[in-house]
């Protein structure tokens, strides 16, 4: 009989949020007339904005005719898309990135599970806890892992635990981490990292030849002027670091899906003689070779939203989920609930009370004023006491939202 890959089998019981699928179904089920508001998976609510959607729509209307119809399309990303990520996102901040340096994808998640396909077996991975799952799932997937112990942490992978005690900014490795994940604005905590800490994080990986995997994908939502947007915004990041960013919240493309990777030239590998490799050329026949490139329609949307029209229009969007994750805050906090993050990012974080556990708190909102949100322990050890909420739903779900958990706590 033909085998499976055996490490699947190193997976815990469930991906994240299916299980919380699974959960909300059974009681949708049970409880066929209860409104459930969904504060639970990242998913934006509101529709694409005007300039988006025209972009889109004219891009349509383009597949129509035969002079305009577009067939594969480069794999990279067309250039009028990567010329306004390069331009808008990079050089607008002083940060020289080329437009060749830059990869359309169909998603950030999809980008930092592929990027494992490059790298070898025998580095160590780095990795924060509390932390996006995707990091750890595709880690195992990929064989970089050993099996999980009761807490859930994988034997071989570097866990740097973030908790209240620092800021949630994890300190520097102990030992030597070949690639680290790191992901700022946070998912799930929603706090960021300052120009500080993120050339402390640069530095160590100059020292220790280390590769930082830079998830971006919530930059958008940053207001503080002195928080970076990007890694390459420190001195020193382009030789050490790749960059991942995502349309999905800030322009709405969760189901749409366009996202890019940003691999600078410098940026080398090593094979196991010790031969230097360029990363940036491994990537481009990976995805050369197992990717055919978003789609034409999108990228033009996606390219809509770098126009005049569309940076004011995403601007208000924007606006509108981080005034849901204030009332987010300024509720819990009123009820007694100490919160973290919801000002640069569109989480909240917060601790839940005395003697609750993460899926126990679930459970309560779930059950008693019938609202999901994402417990803490499903992010990693370290996320047990505490739960995330997401601010994308309608300014009427969230107020609805907290005037039930109020209710209840």
């Known amino acids: 009989m033909f085998q499976i890959n055996h490490n699947y089998q190193k997976l815990q019981a469930g991906y994240l949020f299916p299980e919380i699928a699974r959960r909300v179904n059974a009681f949708s089920e049970a409880n066929p007339d209860a409104a459930i508001i969904r504060l639970g998976i990242g998913d934006v609510t509101e529709p694409l904005t005007p300039a988006v959607l025209q972009a889109m729509h004219a891009a349509v209307d383009e597949m129509a005719q035969r002079g305009t119809f577009k067939g594969y399309g480069p794999e990279q990303g067309y250039g009028f898309l990567r010329e306004a990520i390069a331009e808008h996102d990079f050089r607008a901040r002083g940060v020289q990135i080329a437009a060749d340096e830059i990869f359309v994808s169909d998603g950030s998640k999809c980008d930092t599970g592929n990027i494992l396909d490059i790298f070898g077996k025998e580095n160590r991975i780095a990795i924060t806890d509390p932390v996006y799952p995707v990091y750890v799932d595709t880690n195992v997937m990929a064989g970089n892992t050993g099996p999980a112990d009761q807490s859930g942490r994988y034997a071989g992978l570097i866990y740097l635990e973030a908790n209240e005690q620092n800021g949630f900014v994890p300190d520097l490795p102990t030992e030597k981490a070949d690639i680290i994940y790191l992901c700022y604005p946070n998912n799930p905590t929603g706090t960021v990292a300052s120009r500080e800490v993120l050339q402390k994080w640069v530095d160590y990986a100059r020292e220790n030849d280390s590769l930082i995997l830079f998830d971006a994908a919530y930059e958008a939502f940053i207001s503080d002027p002195e928080i970076p947007h990007s890694i390459f915004e420190i001195d020193g990041a382009r030789e050490v670091a790749i960059e991942f960013r995502s349309f999905s919240k800030s322009v709405g493309f969760t189901g749409i899906r366009c996202a890019f990777t940003v691999v600078p030239k410098e940026l080398q590998g090593a094979t196991a003689d010790g031969k230097k490799v360029s990363v940036h050329q491994l990537w481009n026949r990976r995805q050369s070779t197992k990717f055919n490139g978003a789609s034409y329609v999108v990228q033009k949307g996606a390219a809509a939203a770098y126009s005049e029209q569309g940076r004011a229009e995403i601007s ?21 609930i100490h919160v973290f993050g919801g000002e640069n990012a569109p989480y909240v974080w917060l601790r839940t009370p005395a003697g609750t556990t993460s899926w126990d708190f679930f459970d309560r909102l779930l059950t008693a004023a019938h609202v999901v949100g994402t417990p803490g322990s499903g992010f990693g050890a370290a996320g047990e006491g505490y739960f995330r909420l997401s601010a994308f739903n309608s300014l009427a779900n969230v107020e609805e939202a907290l005037r039930r958990i109020e209710a209840v706590l």
Do not use: P
């Open 316 to 336: 208000e969007r924007i606006a509108f989920y981080m005034n849901n994750a204030r009332l987010l805050c300024e509720g819990l906090s009123r009820v007694g």
